[in-house]
């Protein structure tokens, strides 16, 4: 009886520590960075700022704009881990500021919030693919959706080349090109 309790115990702790083992890893990707980037029908710019502020946890400010009396601006707190040694799993809750170009009920945008979750992955010892899913709310009768397929080049560990399709909802389709600085 005493062997098996031991080996009961030994299979509850290596069972334990192999659940646990991703937690304790570090993440696979930096976040603490800036974004700067143009879309493509419409044209526009945008900018995106990480700061990670603790293991797991981020800030995340977004300005985004057509020039055309628009913009999408919002900021908030997101989370980010590991899911294997290639695999990040990221979110973020952000409250929104949107002026669509064709509003002019509202001066100073109108208020919203959102909550995103996405993944990213190492293909290729340089590539990165991702996928990030959301939705933002302006009340209860507008929820638009959030969906984004992209890939990143890391031509250093400070500077990268990314490309993203973007269908999310607060403006057309576009796709999106982008330069990243880790610092």
Do not use: C
Not at 6 to 30: E, H, P, R
Not at 32 to 53: C, D, H, Q, V, Y
Not at 145 to 162: K, Q
């Amino acid at each position: 009886m005493k062997n098996s309790n031991k080996s009961f115990a030994i299979k509850a702790i290596v069972t334990a520590m192999a659940l646990t083992s991703s937690a304790a890893m570090a993440t696979n990707f930096n976040y603490t960075n800036l974004e700067i980037g143009f879309t493509s029908n419409p044209s526009g710019l945008a900018g995106t700022g990480r700061l990670a502020f603790m293991d797991g946890a981020h800030f995340i400010v977004n300005a985004s704009s057509q020039f055309e009396g628009d913009w999408v601006v919002s900021g908030g707190a997101g989370f980010h881990a590991p899911i294997n040694g290639f695999v990040d799993v990221h979110g973020d809750a952000r409250i929104y500021s949107v002026k669509f170009p064709e509003d002019d009920k509202h001066d100073w945008g109108e208020l919203a919030y959102g909550v995103n979750v996405g993944v990213k992955a190492w293909v290729l010892p340089q590539i990165e693919a991702n996928l990030l899913v959301g939705q933002v709310a302006f009340d209860s009768d507008d929820t638009r959706s959030v969906v984004e397929l992209g890939g990143r080049f890391h031509s250093t560990d400070i500077l990268s080349l990314g490309a993203t399709y973007r269908a999310n909802g607060l403006y057309k389709e576009q796709v999106y090109f982008d330069v990243l600085f880790n610092f």
